[in-house]
């Protein structure tokens, strides 16, 4: 008999493990194969592990191993869905993150393959073949053999060219109809040259990639000093090779500029993956790539996952971008699952930023990474920054926008260049306050203050999206006397428009753009000139491109370092950088004016002057002082439930268990703030061995077998912000 160990993912208990099934004659399957299994009285999706052969019956089977042994209900592959590099690329997911390998292995996948899905497959098309030429009588009929002896017909266009022949030649016997799965268009290698010359900083960067023997490249740059390019170039060379490349980005709808570039540069050869794609585009993409039909993947986070064969190239472009870590199980960081696959493809991973991370600067100055500096914007200087210090602006009665931004803005609009003004918060307000008992309205099901928005006049969870109308009187005290605090873009928007009625201005958030292609009209609009402001939040700070902007405003720029984070500095960091960057990018030289509250803060002072080193330097002393990263690795286990007496027992009991090992040191547990109706309970793991901290994570997991729908145990090893 054969028996199969099966991972699939338990409906009630949080398991990493196995479960065996017996395969009935004639059942074929091997590793990464998907089958259907019967598992407390239903039937799931699973993915093959192993098979087994050996001499038992089935009973005698189930005997030995103690537990009635079932059959496989259904084999659903024939050929394994994950090839053996993704299958290992999975379990090693699963014990870098510290997560049940059947959670990796679906989330590998495009949902239309996934193992749970049992949606339709993907698009079928009919064709028409030829059986009999000799059968044809009717005019009609020869003229549609002649077609069909040159190849099989699509039996649409068949009928398009003939009305109603398809079903004639079948009811004949002429010919049959057969269907297979759709195909993207094939296309050969098509890529164009750049219309300009490289500049020599660029060309040094190329050579030294080229002639690195390190497996990491960190490209440090400045915004607009000419990545995108050496990338495209690097991609050009690697395709002519014959070898795949695979160019992350954080965001599509946000970066539109660097993929239209792309897609210009590289034609057909490239294929665009990202999660704004329907299940079938996705599946697409996914079989291009699968079928050599492309060479250049551009996508965001989960196109690391795309089945290449033979890659030559991996880049990930703005590498500090949060969104390159998954937020939800399996926690992983695709910059990590991106050095993994490039190490079993023998290639390069090109990591690009104008603010890189700590850690792999930390990395590349330690020569573990090779660093390549791109000093010079291609086309003008850095814009100069103002710092603006809004406690003596307030006190001349400037609440939201200082004298000097109003007449830099006054100027753009008499000159006829354009602006950004960021702020990086939605909404009208960001409190509602009693005025008369102090009470702050906060979400019912999470412990955070509701957001104002006027123009719904309504109050919104930006946690959960709880919504509630404005028109309230005060739960506690009765009244209706309330006060709006805080500045959200809305009312910046409204405060803007006031002062300059004549002002054209685009305000680009996550309420303006929920609709489909949201973004990409916003962006359009502003590239076409018709608007001299685009207002918004961090949406608004990424790699656009604008020629024409030459000013720069950013809003309560320190806001953000309130945080109790340990990266809340960094995050500030870069954003003022990256926003910055913005400014200036044409012919025409650019200014910043940064708002902010407490100016003398280092990472406002170093932002504004764009001065990365020193803020690494200043930055690394206080992870070093806090035993933070890059210094210390850094686990987070959360226990969350709606009963806050198990969330919090279970915590403080793996507490006491982990502090008894001292490899690591063990905080907690802190309670955080209620959320969708859960109490959590969050516990953290500071070590010098990110290994041995993973180790005593998984003895531990794997030793408990809990009831997942009571407390859910989030487990974050390398967690991106711990706030
Ligand atoms: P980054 O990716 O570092 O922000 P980009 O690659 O976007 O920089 O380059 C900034 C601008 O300069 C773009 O508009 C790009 O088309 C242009 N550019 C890049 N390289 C060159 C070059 N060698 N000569 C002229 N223009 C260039
Ligand atoms: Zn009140
Ligand atoms: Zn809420």
């Excluded at 900083?201 to 400045?222: F, T, W």
Aim: neutral net charge; proline residues 3%; charged residues 25%.
């Amino acid at each position: 008999m054969r028996v199969v160990n099966v991972w699939i993912e338990h409906p009630v208990m949080d398991l990493n493990r196995t479960f065996t099934y017996a395969l009935k004659d004639g059942m074929n399957a091997s590793r990464g194969v998907r089958v259907t299994v019967p598992l407390s009285g239903q039937f799931v999706t699973g993915f093959v592990d192993s098979v087994e052969e050996n001499d038992l019956s089935l009973e005698e089977y189930s005997e030995k191993a103690g537990y009635e042994v079932r059959y496989v209900d259904k084999v659903i592959d024939e050929e394994p869905i994950l090839n053996a590099e993704l299958y290992e690329l999975g379990l090693w997911m699963g014990h870098e993150t510290v997560s049940p390998n059947i959670a990796c292995f679906q989330s590998m996948l495009p949902s239309k393959m996934k193992p749970r899905s049992n949606r339709k497959a993907s698009v079928q098309e009919y064709y028409v073949r030829l059986l009999d030429e000799t059968k044809a009588t009717s005019e009609k009929q020869k003229a549609a053999v002649e077609i069909l002896k040159n190849g099989d017909v699509l039996r649409s266009e068949l009928n398009k060219a003939f009305t109603g022949i398809t079903a004639i030649l079948e009811k004949k016997g002429i010919a049959e109809v057969y269907s297979k799965e759709k195909e993207a268009g094939y296309s050969e290698l098509d890529i164009r040259e750049a219309d300009y010359e490289l500049t020599e900083q660029q060309k040094a960067a190329i050579k030294k990639i080229n002639e690195s023997d390190k497996d990491v490249i960190l490209l440090h740059g400045l915004t607009g000093s000419g990545k995108t390019e050496v990338y495209m170039q690097l991609a050009a060379q690697k395709c002519r090779e014959g070898r795949q490349v695979l160019i992350l980005v954080p965001e599509i709808s946000l970066t539109p500029q660097m993929v239209s570039r792309m897609v210009n540069r590289f034609g057909h050869s490239i294929a665009i993956y990202h999660s704004k794609l329907n299940d079938q585009q996705r599946y697409e993409q996914y079989q291009l790539v699968r079928n050599h039909q492309v060479s250049i993947v551009v996508g965001t986070r989960s196109a690391v996952f795309m089945p290449f064969d033979n890659l030559g190239l991996i880049v990930l472009d703005e590498e500090h971008d949060h969104s390159y870590k998954q937020d939800s199980s399996p926690r992983y960081h695709c910059r990590d699952v991106a050095i993994h696959r490039a190490q079993h493809h023998h290639c390069k991973v090109v990591l690009g930023s104008a603010t890189p991370t700590l850690e792999s600067y930390a990395r590349a100055i330690k020569n573990v990474y090779e660093l390549v500096e791109l000093k010079n914007r291609i086309h003008q200087n850095l814009p100069s920054s103002h710092l603006v210090d809004m406690q003596s602006e307030m006190r001349k009665g400037n609440y939201i926008i200082s004298s000097v931004l109003e007449k830099e803005i006054r100027k753009r609009l008499d000159n006829h260049q354009q602006s950004i003004l960021l702020l990086n918060r939605r909404g009208y307000t960001t409190i509602m306050k009693c005025r008369k008992c102090g009470k702050v309205i906060q979400c019912p099901h999470c412990d955070i203050a509701m957001s104002y928005h006027k123009d719904e006049n309504k109050l919104k969870c930006h946690t959960c999206g709880t919504e509630m109308s404005a028109d309230m009187v005060c739960p506690d005290c009765g009244s209706n006397n309330w006060l709006h605090q805080g500045l959200g873009t809305q009312r910046l928007y409204e405060t803007i428009q006031e002062k300059f009625p004549e002002a054209r201005i685009l305000r680009m958030d996550a309420d303006t753009t929920r609709k489909k292609n949201g973004h990409q009209e916003i962006l359009e609009a502003f590239e076409k000139g018709e608007a001299d402001i685009l207002l918004g939040t961090q949406m608004i700070a990424k790699g656009l491109d604008y020629p024409n902007v030459t000013l720069v405003g950013i809003f309560n720029a320190d806001a953000l370092l309130g945080r109790t984070d340990y990266r809340s500095v960094e995050v500030t960091f870069d954003l003022i950088v990256q926003a910055s960057g913005r400014s200036g990018r044409g012919h025409s030289a650019g200014e910043v004016y940064i708002q902010a509250y407490d100016t003398h803060h280092y990472g406002i002072r170093l932002a504004a002057r764009q001065d990365y080193k020193s803020f690494f330097q200043y930055e690394m002393e206080y992870r070093h002082v806090g035993d933070y990263p890059p210094y210390k690795y850094l686990a987070a286990i959360s226990f969350n439930s709606r009963n806050e007496e198990k969330a919090k027992t279970m915590a403080w009991q793996r507490a006491d268990e982990f502090r008894k090992n001292e490899q690591f040191k063990t905080l907690g547990p802190s309670q955080l703030a209620r959320s969708f109706d859960e109490y959590k309970y969050r516990i953290v793991l500071k070590g010098a061995n990110r290994d041995q901290l993973i180790e005593a994570v998984w003895n531990w997991y794997d030793s408990i077998q809990f009831n997942k729908q009571q407390v859910k145990i989030q487990i974050d090893i390398d967690p991106y912000v711990l706030d």
